[in-house]
Each structure stands twice: as C-alpha cells, then as structure tokens.
C-alpha cells in the first residue's frame, strides 16, 4: 500500500494497524493524535518523539512513509517501539523462535510459589530459553520477537486457542506476586501447558501479515535530553506526551516484561530517571523545558512541536498552565500557537488509562508549537 499523507486511523485497515499493538503500555496516546500532526505537515521528512512510550508516533510516521526516532528511558517502552520500526516476515520471526527452543534448555529458572503458578513448567523453561537467548541479540528479527514476547507473556486466559502464556493475569500489567498467588491458590487454578511456539507464530502472523513498508528510523533507550544532545538529525516534527503530572511510575506495574527484559524476577521500585518522580511542580516544569530545548537544538527552523499532556486531578494544578511555563522556560524559539482541551478520550485509548478503576479520568491538552527562532 502506497500512502504519502497520513489519515487519522480510521481510514486504516484493521490489519494493518495490528502491529501497532503488539504489546498494551499503560500511558499510550491513540494513534489519531500523531496521525492527526502528521496530516497537519505534509512537508515534514523526519518525527522525533522523546518520550516515545510503545512508539506510537513511530508507527503514525511509518504509517505516513517518514522516518522517526524515539527516546524512552523506560526498557519495557523502548523494546516495544523498536518493532513499529522493523519489517521482518511472520516466518523469520517462527524460524528464530524455533532455532532458539531447538538448542535445548538455557538461562535459570527463576523458583519460588510465584513461577510455579504463573507458568506451567515446561511453558516457563520455553520461557526462560527464549529470554536468555534474546538478552544477546540485536537483529531486527530479534528485536520484533522480544516485542511479541512481551505482548503474550500474560493476559488472559481464553476458552479456545491461547493467546498468552501465563496463568489467568490481566494484559496491561503484571499482577504483584503475593496477589497473584493468592488468587490462583484460591480458585485451584493450576497453569496449563501452553507451547510457547504455537502463540509466537499466531500473533507473528496476526501482526505482521499486512504491517505497512518501514520507513527506517532508530529508538534509544535513555534519557531525552542526554540522547538527544548526542543525535545529529535534524527533524522537522516532534510530536509526543509526556508523563502525566502527579502520575506515579508505572515501572512496577511492568515488573514481569522488565524481567523478560533482563530485569529481577521480583517487582523493582526504583525510579531511575523517570521524569514523572521530580521533587515538586517547579521542577516538573524545568525537566520538560529541558527536554524542548533540547528538542529545538535539533530541528529545523519551522518544526512544529505537539505535545498531549494532562495531570491528575490529586495533583491540583492546571496541567495547561505547567506546559505553557514548560516551553516558555526553555526558551528555545518554540512559539506557542494553540492549546486546546484533548476532551477525555475513550476508556480504552486514554493515557492515563491506570486511573480508571478510581473513576478519575484527567482532561488532557494538546499543545502546538512551531520553531521561529534558532536555539541556544
Ligand atoms: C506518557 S508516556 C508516552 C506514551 C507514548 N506517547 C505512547 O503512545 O506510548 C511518557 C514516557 O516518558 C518516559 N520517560 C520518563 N522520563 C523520561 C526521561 N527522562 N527520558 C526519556 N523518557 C522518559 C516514560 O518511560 C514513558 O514511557
């Protein structure tokens, strides 16, 4: 499929967008918004996105033929961005799965009540070969399977064929594991046999078959502002989301896809340079004037900046007045053209989708800003 100016999704085909969601992250922004920029810029050539998530500006500049890159200092967020910029086909995905299982068992099989529970034994050996083999890979092919693992690694439970390999768990995060085995324990629900290579090549094929072409581009797992000053590109969009004001880490809710990742097999609580954990308001607002005028430093005269952002209604502030403070503080030439309210997008797409169970949706706001003056 050819296609020179991005629409908004629902132009797309279904499948084509399937890739797009190979693994949930709690702090996603719907496609529709980069899309909608995208649109706004035919002239753009190349998409930056420093807090880049699971990538969902990439997959919007694949989608409209531009090259982009992103920045995310969270492991988990940087592992599922990295496949919206990789073509590869369902069957070299099946081939390297299957080469790895087929060298025999490696790695260590975490113990303890938690894995006895959560995978049934021969499922988490499959499990732990493929994590051990993958730790020492990056080839694009590895790259797209590390994704897919860490899209069926736990969710649901289904009636007919599985789609995850865990006990019954929700999608978008892990369980902790005293809760976890508690309510396993307490239903008799033992895990079932589920062969890792039968759910690897399903889900290849459901996201690959009609991915659209890639159109290059690289994500960096760091931090935006000391990445960023080491890049030589020069982009002409930047479209992106911060976290949230007053929004706590989503780190541990990520602990066991850090762990296929490399991480412990326990819950990590650290907060290593995340944003979100400043100390106070002020220097919520100076880290992100940081990060634009770090953003500036890289782009053309003319980019245009768009930033969705919003805070949680306990953080009592006004998330428009911070962001407006954020870019004014950067003093970067980024010239502020319109705020406008986001509205609350549907339950399922919003960013802050963690706080639905407490009922708290957060109004979100869009910012645009285009570069008219030449960063210091
Ligand atoms: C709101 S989320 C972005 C979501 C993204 N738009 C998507 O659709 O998935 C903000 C991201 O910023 C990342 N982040 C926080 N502090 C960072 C930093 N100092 N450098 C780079 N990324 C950071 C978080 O890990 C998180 O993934």
Redesign the pocket.
């Known amino acids: 499929m050819t296609v020179t100016v991005a629409a908004p999704s629902p132009s797309w085909p279904e499948d084509v967008l399937r890739l797009n969601a190979v693994c949930p992250?709690y702090?996603?922004?719907p496609l529709d918004f980069p899309l909608q920029q995208l649109a706004a810029r035919p002239e753009a050539t190349r998409v930056l996105?420093?807090?880049?998530?699971?990538?969902?500006?990439l997959y919007a500049a694949r989608l409209a033929g531009l090259p982009s890159v992103g920045?995310?200092?969270?492991p988990v967020?940087a592992a599922i961005a990295e496949a919206k910029l990789i073509q590869v086909t369902p069957a070299a995905v099946v081939r390297l799965a299957r080469q790895i299982l087929n060298g025999g068992m490696r790695g260590q099989v975490p113990e303890g009540e938690f894995w006895q529970w959560c995978f049934e034994r021969e499922t988490l050996c499959e499990l732990v070969t493929l994590r051990e083999a993958l730790l020492g890979m990056s080839t694009p092919t590895a790259a797209m399977l590390r994704a897919v693992m860490l899209g069926i690694l736990h969710g649901p439970r289904n009636k007919n064929l599985p789609s995850y390999l865990s006990n019954q768990m929700p999608r978008t995060y892990a369980s902790k594991p005293a809760y976890a085995v508690k309510f396993w324990t307490k239903r008799e629900m033992e895990p079932v046999r589920i062969p890792a290579l039968e759910v690897i090549e399903r889900r290849a094929k459901r996201l690959l078959d009609a991915a659209p072409i890639a159109r290059g581009g690289k994500v960096y797992l760091?931090?935006?502002?000391e990445t960023l000053n080491g890049l030589r590109q020069k982009f002409d969009l930047v479209v992106?989301?911060?976290?949230?004001y007053g929004m706590r880490t989503y780190v541990a809710d990520q602990w066991l896809r850090s762990w296929f990742l490399g991480g412990p097999p326990e819950v990590p609580y650290g907060t290593h340079?995340?944003?979100?954990r400043q100390p106070n308001q002020e220097a919520f607002i100076q880290a992100l004037a940081e990060v634009w005028a770090a953003s500036a430093r890289r782009c053309r005269k003319g980019a245009r900046l768009a930033i969705r952002f919003g805070a949680l209604p306990s953080a009592r502030t006004d998330p428009e007045q911070m962001l407006l403070a954020s870019v004014r503080e950067a003093k970067a030439g980024w010239l502020v053209k319109e705020v406008r309210k986001a509205g609350t997008p549907p339950k399922r797409t919003r960013?802050a989708e963690q706080f639905g169970k407490a009922g708290s949706a957060i109004e979100e706001i869009d910012l645009v800003a285009d570069l008219v003056g030449l960063a210091r």
């Open positions: 992250y702090t996603m922004f996105d420093p807090f880049c998530g699971r990538g969902t500006t920045i995310d200092i969270n967020a760091g931090d935006s502002v992106t989301s911060p976290p949230y340079g995340q944003i979100a960013q």
